[in-house]
């Protein structure tokens, strides 16, 4: 009590106040990055019991909207060039109307047989949606299990299929980590952390058997669990394939989930701020149907280290010397366990050049997430159907 009343007299109530935020808001944070996140560095899928004793043939399942001849080029070959040890084909669903591109999807069958290619007669009148090609594309494939994929992306290594078809010997649905691919600059650095970040979120959650999403470059689930659930859900919406849908599959002992840098996707950049922010705003619209709990355990993390750095602010503007360092001390000691999971992660997922600009990443976070919720007081419209 003595030392209570001499932390009164000494910084006041208000002080007091402070200092208890303070260390309330440090708390948490170490909660997140000591328990939590914790939980990615020591989870190893090969301790899950097997379910089948080697890897099953499967099914890539890509649908195309555009004439992408760079995607035919440089990103599709990555795929049927895979090193797999059992039998898999890459279904492409062409929605389209050039019989010219389609000419040159079927040349490409020529040099791999294992291509299947589906196509859909684009209709301005009947627009096709995402999960309307998917759909077309999991009933053409001629394999139980299925990985689904987009044409935005293309595999980190040659071992990608084998690790995520090798994880389905440990769960009927598989999830892998998706990438934004690296270039020079910050931009592209935040824009990096900013995904690895949010992965981290549901990283934690699957393998803490509490699913609510994956990758939508990067997951697959079996045809009996597609079709015994009548297929996606959510139909009037555009978007929800990875979170949405996986929330209605998922269990809490059939799911595998693969973090090795192997089995990682890199997404391409099509663009800066503008283009992120964009990605974000629309497939944030499925972010306000997700469970209560898992809201809250986001919004608990990100509140806390926005909350954390004010009161720390206040602080070094108002409190004497002595509470200024004490306060910067808990600061330092906070970024220091942040870099170091952070960079543990990092090295799980394929994740490069992750420390030495991190400190920029952790203060820049809080403000794109609040542009981001600027940006979705206004619905989407492009979401909905």
């Known amino acids: 009590m003595h030392f209570f009343d001499y932390i009164i007299s000494h910084y006041g109530w208000q002080g007091t106040a402070l200092a208890a935020c303070i260390l309330v808001l440090f708390a948490v944070q170490l909660y997140y990055y000591l328990i939590v996140y914790g939980r990615i560095n020591r989870f190893r899928n090969s301790r899950r019991k097997k379910i089948l004793e080697s890897e099953p043939p499967v099914s890539v399942v890509i649908p195309l909207f555009s004439e992408d001849y760079r995607y035919l080029e440089e990103s599709l070959p990555l795929i049927l060039g895979q090193q797999y040890g059992a039998t898999f084909e890459v279904v492409l669903v062409y929605v389209g109307a050039s019989n010219d591109f389609y000419e040159e999807l079927a040349r490409m069958r020529l040099v791999y047989p294992n291509l299947t290619i589906t196509k859909i007669e684009y209709n301005p009148r009947f627009p096709i949606s995402v999960k309307m090609a998917l759909n077309v594309g999991i009933k053409?494939?001629?394999?139980?299990?299925?990985?689904?994929?987009?044409?935005?992306?293309?595999?980190?290594?040659?071992?990608?299929?084998?690790?995520?078809?090798?994880?389905?010997?440990?769960?009927?649905?598989?999830?892998?980590?998706?990438?934004?691919?690296?270039?020079?600059?910050?931009?592209?650095?935040?824009?990096?952390?900013?995904?690895?970040?949010?992965?981290?979120?549901w990283m934690a959650q699957s393998v803490n058997h509490n699913t609510y999403r994956g990758s939508r470059n990067n997951f697959g689930f079996t045809k009996t669990i597609y079709f015994g659930t009548k297929g996606f859900s959510h139909l009037s919406m555009n978007i929800g394939e990875e979170d949405l849908f996986i929330q209605k599959i998922a269990k809490r002992n059939n799911v595998s989930t693969v973090l090795i840098p192997k089995a990682t996707m890199l997404e391409h950049a099509w663009g800066g701020w503008r283009w992120w922010i964009a990605q974000l705003r629309h497939y944030g619209e499925a972010y306000k149907l997700y469970p209560i709990e898992i809201r809250n355990t986001i919004e608990w993390e990100l509140g806390s280290q926005t909350l954390f750095f004010l009161t720390?602010?206040?602080?070094?503007?108002?409190?004497?010397?002595?509470?200024?360092?004490?306060?910067?001390?808990?600061?330092?000691?906070?970024?220091?366990?942040?870099?170091?999971?952070?960079?543990?992660?990092?090295?799980?997922?394929?994740?490069?050049?992750?420390?030495?600009?991190?400190?920029?990443?952790?203060?820049?976070?809080?403000?794109?997430?609040?542009?981001?919720?600027?940006?979705?007081?206004?619905?989407?419209?492009?979401?909905?159907?």
């Open 140 to 201: 053409s494939a001629h394999n139980e299990h299925i990985i689904i994929s987009t044409t935005s992306a293309q595999p980190a290594t040659e071992q990608w299929l084998a690790m995520m078809g090798k994880a389905f010997m440990r769960g009927s649905i598989v999830l892998g980590y998706t990438a934004i691919e690296q270039k020079p600059g910050l931009k592209n650095y935040l824009m990096r952390m900013s995904r690895m970040q949010m992965s981290m979120y």
């Open 312 to 385: 720390i602010l206040a602080a070094l503007i108002i409190m004497p010397l002595e509470f200024k360092l004490a306060a910067l001390l808990l600061l330092i000691l906070r970024y220091i366990i942040v870099m170091l999971r952070a960079h543990s992660i990092a090295k799980r997922v394929g994740e490069k050049g992750v420390m030495l600009r991190y400190w920029i990443f952790d203060i820049f976070n809080p403000l794109l997430m609040l542009c981001v919720r600027v940006a979705m007081i206004c619905k989407d419209s492009t979401v909905w159907r």
